[in-house]
């Protein structure tokens, strides 16, 4: 089986990590295993354990790195990184890298229902588990759809998309990505169908987030990979679209906040430590270069935060 998967600011983002050889590290997202393979490489007595949900992907790194006395391959959910870190006696580590959302493979493997470029089943599931994004647009409301369209995508058109894929399914279930994107495509206005990129974009986007809870999941990986981190230990995350980029960013923020006092208190009275701080103040953006090279990589951000030790828990 292939698993290809081109990581976005690859370099950057190994070295972001400042990886020791005798360090413990998490690749939440392992995928293909292009992180976890540039991390494994830099380890010598240390250990690496690779995550993913997705049974493909957990196949192609269990082949790829068995007999590597520094690899531990576990099938999950980011969000259970904690959990699956203690089961394997890990309880601090040195480094967690999260590569977020969907990856090459899924999106290039027509059968994933993934791509509204390609017909197949309308599945989006990364884990291959529970309800597809057939079963969403086939049995939730107009007014759940809208919402699920509105809140994830972002979609102005949400109303009147949410109303096409139920008035359409009236006819007939929806059952593959090119009738849906056909549905899609004939509910929006004509000057949005004359824009740039296919209109079905942002309510794909929905759906996968909807159909795999990915910003609940989000949340709960990122105050997990907190915990587990020893002082001087690094959080690497690569997102995007927005939603994911404003998460990791205000949840970030607010680990590197102190003092919460008035400005005119001539001292702290609050006591409250920062708990980290940013390696860039920004976040970093890929090269023109790469962007070139791989036009996926357009919305993506890298941002990393570096844990403090002031002898707070997280």
Not at 117 to 136: F, I, K, V, Y
Not at 159 to 177: F, H, Y
């Amino acid at each position: 089986m292939e698993f290809s998967h081109k990581p976005v600011l690859f370099q950057e983002t190994i070295e972001s990590l400042a990886i020791q050889p005798q360090g413990i590290y998490i690749d939440g997202t392992a995928g293909g295993g292009g992180h976890s393979s540039a991390i494994l490489e830099r380890l010598t007595t240390g250990k690496l354990l690779s995550i993913d949900q997705d049974p493909d992907a957990i196949a192609v790194v269990t082949k790829r790195f068995a007999g590597n006395p520094c690899s531990l391959v576990r099938r999950g959910n980011f969000s259970q990184m904690a959990e699956l870190a203690a089961k394997e006696g890990i309880f601090q580590v040195d480094g967690v890298l999260l590569d977020i959302g969907v990856s090459s493979h899924q999106l290039d493997t027509a059968e994933r229902g993934f791509s509204y470029h390609q017909d197949a089943p309308l599945d989006m599931r990364m884990s291959q588990e529970g309800l597809s994004a057939a079963d969403l647009v086939n049995t939730l409301s107009w007014q759940q759809l809208a919402e699920i369209i509105s809140r994830y995508g972002e979609d102005k058109s949400a109303k009147s998309i949410a109303k096409g894929i139920v008035a359409a399914r009236e006819e007939q279930p929806i059952e593959t990505t090119l009738q849906l994107a056909e549905i899609i495509k004939a509910s929006v206005p004509a000057a949005v169908r004359r824009e740039p990129g296919h209109p079905a974009r942002k309510t794909f986007q929905a759906l996968r987030i909807a159909v795999n809870g990915e910003l609940d999941r989000l949340s709960e990986g990122l105050d997990a990979a907190f915990s587990l981190l020893k002082p001087g230990g690094r959080l690497a995350v690569i997102t995007f679209h927005s939603l994911e980029d404003r998460m990791v960013k205000q949840r970030m923020a607010s680990w590197c906040s102190g003092c919460t006092c008035p400005p005119d208190f001539p001292v702290c009275v609050c006591g409250k430590k920062p708990k980290a701080e940013l390696l860039y103040k920004k976040g970093l953006a890929p090269s023109e270069k790469e962007l070139e090279e791989n036009p996926r990589a357009r919305s993506a951000r890298l941002r990393v935060c570096i844990r403090l030790d002031n002898g707070e828990n997280a």
